[in-house]
């Protein structure tokens, strides 16, 4: 495998809560994370962020790692609970310091910072006041949005608003599954058009000439189970909620009006029209964050099942079903050609608008051999696979214009707590130390080559 165009972006990525710790230093607020995790039978393995990695006293030593690995671009999120802890008002000056010493710590190492602004941890004020379900909590993403970067562009030249805006709906408004824990039905839908709302607000409020401005989705194919028009029906159901209602204002400035008929929203988005010029702005790009591709099939019984939690508002009957491909710890189907696919499905839609691959990778159960070696042979296959298809897509003339591995070390799996292992580094997290394996060995290697 050879010959990526130069200047293509090689990274991997973090994300605030699930590596920093340090939830109480320098002023940082409570995020609607540390309520979430700190109730009982949310997270699987009673765990929380509190301490995770360590990487808020630790991350030079990280970003050294990542740089020793040959990899130029470290993707981080931004806490919005360390800039302003109550989610409107003053910025906290110690908050805005730690991201301009991390920024600058990656660029003393050759490696240029990629900043996203909001990876799932609103300050838990303002989901006390309504969260994502009220316009207000758009307008304040402005605000810190601007304040942030107003702050640290000089150092960070790369954002990106929102970090799949389908999970912060959806797994939090919709299954409860993720912080703040609400099942709202199809007013999880408002939700989706207030994240929309505030990355558009925020895009406005950071776009400069020196900088690039885009956002990370998580789209991915949707397979029907059979030719059967009822299956086929169901894909477009989920299809509409996990793709189209998030590229469609971004890229056509509309909502999927089937969508919005599905869940019973087509009155209530219809006030909000005026929104759509602002929600698309023009995009330097469309980070993907790809893991694996669905397959569904129609329920025997009716499709909607109004009232019951699920990221399906309007088809929760919806049936996932298992086409028998290998499956990584988290028990999502391994299809590398998806990576592919989903590329395509934003570059049909929006042909001349760069791509990266923001998020990629796999979770298995790592074991540390006595001799202290990390044998994850099937981490570095994942890896291998999904890199080739990169390759392929880049090789067709698609405008890819970098990869990011998920994730650069171990971290708090959200629900999963530390018992879903995604790093290319291996981290006790009883001592602290840090450990390459065997994927991230074969990446060095790579890379060099
Ligand atoms: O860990 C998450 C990350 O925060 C967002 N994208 C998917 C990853 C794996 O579940």
Same mark, same amino acid.
């Given at each position: ?14 994300? @605030? ?7 109480? $230093?320098?002023?940082?607020?409570? +995020?609607?994370?540390? %309520?979430?995790?700190? &109730? ?48 409107? /008002? ?25 900043? &996203? ?11 006390? !006041? ?37 999970? +912060?709906?959806?797994? /939090?408004?919709?299954?409860?599954? *993720? ?13 989706? *058009? ?16 020196? %900088? ?12 029907? !189970?059979?030719? @059967? ?23 056509? /400035? ?8 599905? =869940?019973?929203?087509? #009155? ?11 929600? +698309? ?22 499709? +909607? ?5 699920? %990221?399906?508002?309007?088809? #929760? ?5 298992? =086409? /028998? ?32 691959? %923001? ?28 890199? $080739? ?23 708090? #799996? ?36």
């Amino acid at each position: 495998m050879t010959n990526f165009p130069d200047g293509f972006v090689w990274g991997a990525a973090t994300a @605030s809560y699930q590596v920093e710790g340090a939830v109480s $230093e320098d002023g940082r607020g409570p +995020s609607i994370w540390d %309520t979430f995790a700190h &109730t009982p039978g949310r997270i699987a393995d009673g765990e929380n962020g509190d301490v995770a990695d360590d990487h808020y006293h630790r991350y030079a030593e990280d970003i050294r790692l990542l740089a020793d690995l040959g990899l130029k671009a470290y993707r981080f999120s931004i806490a919005w609970p360390r800039v302003i802890p109550m989610g409107s /008002g003053a910025a906290n000056p110690a908050g805005l310091d730690f991201y301009r010493r991390l920024a600058e710590t990656c660029l003393e190492n050759g490696v240029t910072p990629y900043a &996203t602004l909001y990876h799932w941890d609103l300050p838990q004020s303002l989901e006390d !006041a309504g969260g994502w379900l009220v316009r207000d909590t758009a307008e304040r993403f402005r605000d810190y949005a601007a304040i942030t970067h107003a702050a640290l562009s000089d150092v960070v030249k790369h954002w990106m608003t929102l970090n799949e805006p389908w999970c +912060s709906a959806f797994l /939090g408004y919709g299954n409860g599954e *993720h912080a703040p824990g609400r099942t709202e039905g199809a007013d999880a839908l408002k939700a989706v *058009h207030h994240l929309m709302l505030g990355h558009g607000l925020a895009l406005q409020a950071i776009r400069s000439p020196e %900088t690039t401005v885009g956002i990370a989705l998580n789209p991915a194919p949707v397979h029907a !189970a059979s030719d @059967s028009e009822a299956d086929r029906d169901a894909a477009r159901r989920a299809d509409g909620l996990r793709n189209r209602m998030f590229l469609d204002p971004l890229l056509l /400035g509309k909502y999927p009006a089937d969508v919005l008929e599905d =869940t019973g929203m087509t #009155e209530w988005f219809a006030q909000y029209e005026a929104d759509l010029p602002v929600i +698309s702005s023009p995009l330097d790009f469309i980070g993907v964050n790809y893991y694996c591709p669905q397959t569904v099939a129609a329920p025997d019984g009716p499709i +909607s099942a109004p009232g019951t939690p699920s %990221t399906l508002p309007g088809s #929760e009957n919806l049936v996932t079903v298992d =086409t /028998g491909l290998d499956k990584t710890q988290m028990g999502w189907p391994i299809e590398p050609g998806g990576l592919r696919d989903t590329l395509k499905m934003i570059n049909d839609l929006a042909p001349t608008l760069p791509l990266y691959v %923001t998020e990629n990778g796999s979770a298995y159960p790592d074991e540390v051999t006595a001799d202290g070696r990390i044998e994850d042979t099937e981490r570095q296959q994942y890896l291998e696979q999904h890199l $080739e298809v990169t390759r392929q897509v880049v090789e067709e003339g698609l405008p890819l214009k970098g990869y990011f591995a998920w994730s650069l070390i171990d971290n708090f #799996e959200w629900s999963w707590g530390f018992s879903r292992r995604f790093g290319l580094i291996h981290v006790d997290y009883s001592t602290q130390e840090r450990k390459l394996k065997n994927s991230a060995l074969w990446l060095r290697d790579f890379l060099e080559a």
